[in-house]
Structure formats: structure tokens, C-alpha cells
């Protein structure tokens, strides 16, 4: 690859904020802290060593946890912050769509805020009329351009900026977290939009917390974790570690504390309840899915075990199963394996997760969040150039129709 190739590198980029941690209203105060070597802020270490490539013509997506430095990135990208350490180089003109509203006076027109949203842009007033009709077009706002902006409602405004954004014809296009912009015919029209820019070999940078956005349209991907990159490449790889490492539902922790007195307020018949996977979490569609179920009967009586994987994305049931029929009898410890296969789907990350019932179908006992395993099926088995059989594996079941071409 030449230089030439590459539209964005980040190199070993490093980003701090000093946030203060006491206000000093006289010059005193101030001189004595500083004396004392109280410095009056506390450094955040955003980014703390991040390098990639974004190369010309990729669709580059960016991913991690909310505060985890994205939209710092993007900022140190737009050089509108510089890194304290490392390097961005640009090659080609950039459009950035971060934050919005920079840029837009509520007092001006639509028309009016379009030209000064271009200016700021860096297109001459010629560009901007070439571009002009195109941007209104997408925006679907003709009748209002001509009214103040501050009369528009806040859909038509995040509307109008992102179609400024989106038709300047700029080579390397940013955008954050754009997807929930707009109503549902607005998304399908961006939906459309990103297709085509994908295949339009121009360069589009986007940060999003929409796994199925990063697996649909970018061929390139980067995940940030704790001011570092966690992963980098493959956008399958990239978002299937972002979904695997936030499955964990988080559980406020008076919840929990809560969920406990009401367990104990009952009267115990099953205590140590223990869920252990035998096999890999991260497996193939047809896998064996194996584990084993440990807990303590109190009483002398029939207990039976229900479990069921859930989809996590979806909050749906994709396989249940009881052992009604082989109850556990008689007091003290059971052990249990079960394994089973999920043979026909495409991508899914699933919870497992199991109670303990009494002979009536009573819940006696049920894995907690801390202890239900995450099992994530993939489709390792197909090559990441059979770009027909990728296409197919978004869908929840995988493909076994026939085409007939008459
Ligand atoms: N100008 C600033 N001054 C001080 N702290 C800042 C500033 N900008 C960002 N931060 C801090 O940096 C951290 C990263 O923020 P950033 O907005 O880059 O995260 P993000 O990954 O884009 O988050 P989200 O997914 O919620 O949009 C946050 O803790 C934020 O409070």
C-alpha cells in the first residue's frame, strides 16, 4: 500500500481533559495551592494510545462504550482538538457532521444557513449553488427554506444539517452517530444514502452504537476501549467484540440487594444455584452448546430444570427446554449437564439462563445476572469474500431458499 492509499492516519494519538476540582476565587488561595503543588484539576485521559488507518474509499466505522473518547477522536481528526501526543494526516478535502447545530444561526433562513454552513465548510459560494438544490431535495424541505431557522422543529433542523453534510462534496465525509437522526422515512432515505456511498469509493468515517449499522455498511472498523484500541479490522470481528463485551446487562446494584431480601423473606427449598458452560462461548451455528447445572435441594422433593436462550439484541426466545419428564428427587446436592445444538441461525449472542421449579411449575431458584453465561454463535464458516452469503447472514435464520429464473 503507498501512502497515497491512506485518506486518514492516526498515529499514536494521546488526548487528556483537566477537569477542575476546586474553585480558587482569590489570587491567595491560588498561589498557595500552587505553592503547596495543588494543581486544582484532575487530568481524564481520554485517548491514550490510539493508531489506524482509515484507507480511501473504506467505510470506516468507530465503535466503544459511551465515553470512551469517539467523538474526541473525531474532533482531533476535524482538528477541532489537538492531541497532546501523536498525529492525524489528512489527504483530501474533509466534511464533518458532529455536532449539530455548529454552525447554524436560528435567526437566518434555511437558505441563509445552508450557504454560511458551506462557507464554514470551506466552499465557495459557486459550489454551494451547484450543491444547493441537491441538499434541499434530500432535506425535504423546500417550502421552508425560506423561513428562519429557529421556526423549524428539531427533526427538520438535524435534517437539514445532515443533508448539508452529507451532499458537500467533500472526499472524506464524518459523521457521528447519525443513525437515530430523523423519523423512520428519513433513516430508510439515509439507509439508501450509505449504500450507495459505500459503493461509491468515496471516504466515509462513522462513529455508531448500531452493531448491524457497522456489519451493513463498513468494510473497516475499529473498537476504543479505555483510550485504546481493543480491536481493529474486520467490521464482523470489531462489532461482535463490542456486542460480546456489553452482553453483560447492567444491573443497578439496589436491584440486586432488593431481588436478595425478597429470596430470603421466602422459605429456601434450593440454595447454590451454579451455571457452568463446558463449551467455548464463541462458537459456530450447529456447535455443541454444553453445560452444567449444580444447586442444593433442601427438602425431600421433585424439582425439574427450565432454561432458555435468549437473543440479547432482539429479546426474544430462540430455544427453551425443561426436564419435567426426568424430575431430580430426594434431598441434597443435584448435578446436571445438558447440551444441545442451534443449527439454522446466522449471528446471535444469547443469554442462558435457567430456574429451578417445584413439582407445580414454582420457581424455587434462577441464575442471576452475574452467573448466566453469554454464548455468541457466529457464521465463522463464511469466507469474507462471499459477499452473497454475508448479505444473507443478517437475517436471524440462515438462507435455504432456491432461486427459479424463468
Ligand atoms: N471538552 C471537554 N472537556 C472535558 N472533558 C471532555 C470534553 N470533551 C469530552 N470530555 C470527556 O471525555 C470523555 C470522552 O467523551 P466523548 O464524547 O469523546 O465520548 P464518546 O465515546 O463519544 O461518548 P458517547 O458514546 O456517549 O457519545 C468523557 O468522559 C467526556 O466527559
Not at 28 to 47: D, P, S
Not at 193 to 207: A, D, N, P, Q
Request: charged share 30%; proline share 2%; net charge negative.
Amino acid at each position: 500500500m503507498t501512502a497515497n492509499d491512506i485518506a486518514v492516519k492516526v498515529e499514536h494519538v494521546s488526548k487528556y481533559f483537566k477537569l477542575p476540582t476546586e474553585a480558587t476565587n482569590s489570587l491567595r488561595t491560588a498561589m498557595v495551592n500552587r505553592f503547596k503543588g495543588i494543581k486544582g484539576y484532575k487530568e481524564q485521559h481520554v485517548l491514550k494510545d490510539i493508531s489506524f488507518e482509515v484507507k480511501k474509499g473504506d467505510f470506516f466505522g468507530i465503535v466503544g462504550r459511551n465515553g470512551s473518547g469517539k467523538s474526541t477522536l473525531l474532533k482531533i481528526i476535524s482538528e477541532i482538538y489537538m492531541p497532546e501526543k501523536g498525529r492525524v494526516t489528512i489527504d483530501g478535502k474533509l466534511v464533518s457532521f458532529i455536532e449539530l447545530g455548529v454552525g447554524f444561526n436560528p435567526e437566518l433562513t434555511g437558505r441563509e444557513n445552508v450557504y454560511m454552513n458551506g462557507a464554514l465548510l470551506g466552499f465557495s459560494r459557486d459550489e454551494i449553488d451547484s450543491m444547493y438544490d441537491d441538499i434541499v431535495d434530500f432535506a425535504e424541505l423546500q417550502e421552508f427554506m425560506n423561513q428562519k431557522l429557529k421556526n423549524y422543529s428539531s427533526g427538520m433542523q438535524v435534517r437539514l444539517a445532515f443533508s448539508v453534510a452529507i451532499k458537500a462534496q467533500g472526499d472524506i465525509l464524518i459523521l457521528d452517530e447519525v443513525l437515530a437522526v430523523g423519523d423512520e422515512a428519513f433513516q430508510r432515505k439515509c439507509n439508501d444514502y450509505f449504500m450507495e456511498r459505500k459503493e461509491s469509493g468515496k471516504t466515509t468515517i462513522l462513529v455508531t452504537h448500531d452493531m448491524n449499522a457497522v456489519k451493513k455498511y463498513c468494510n473497516r472498523a475499529v473498537l476504543v476501549e479505555n483510550g485504546l484500541v481493543k480491536a481493529y479490522g474486520e467490521p464482523e470481528n470489531v462489532a461482535n467484540q463490542y456486542s460480546f463485551d456489553n452482553a453483560v446487562p447492567l444491573v443497578r446494584q439496589e436491584e440486586l440487594e432488593d431481588k436478595k431480601a425478597e429470596e430470603k423473606e421466602e422459605i429456601l427449598l434450593v440454595d447454590n444455584l451454579q451455571i457452568k458452560l463446558n463449551t467455548p462461548n464463541d462458537i459456530t451455528a450447529g456447535d455443541v452448546i454444553e453445560f452444567e447445572i449444580d444447586y442444593d435441594s433442601l427438602e425431600d422433593a421433585e424439582t425439574y430444570i427450565a432454561l432458555s436462550l435468549t437473543d440479547i439484541d432482539r429479546n426474544i426466545w430462540i430455544y427453551n427446554d425443561n426436564s419435567m419428564d426426568e424430575p431430580c428427587r430426594g434431598k441434597g446436592h443435584k448435578k446436571i449437564t445438558y447440551h444441545c445444538t442451534i443449527p439454522s441461525v446466522n449471528n446471535i449472542k444469547m443469554k442462558l439462563e435457567v430456574t429451578v421449579r417445584d413439582k407445580k411449575g414454582k420457581m424455587l431458584a434462577f441464575s442471576n445476572v452475574e452467573q448466566t453465561p453469554i454464548i455468541m454463535v457466529s457464521r465463522k464458516d463464511i469466507k469474507l469474500n462471499d459477499l452473497s452469503a454475508l448479505d444473507s447472514a443478517s437475517g436471524l435464520i440462515q438462507r435455504n431458499g432456491k432461486w427459479n429464473f424463468h
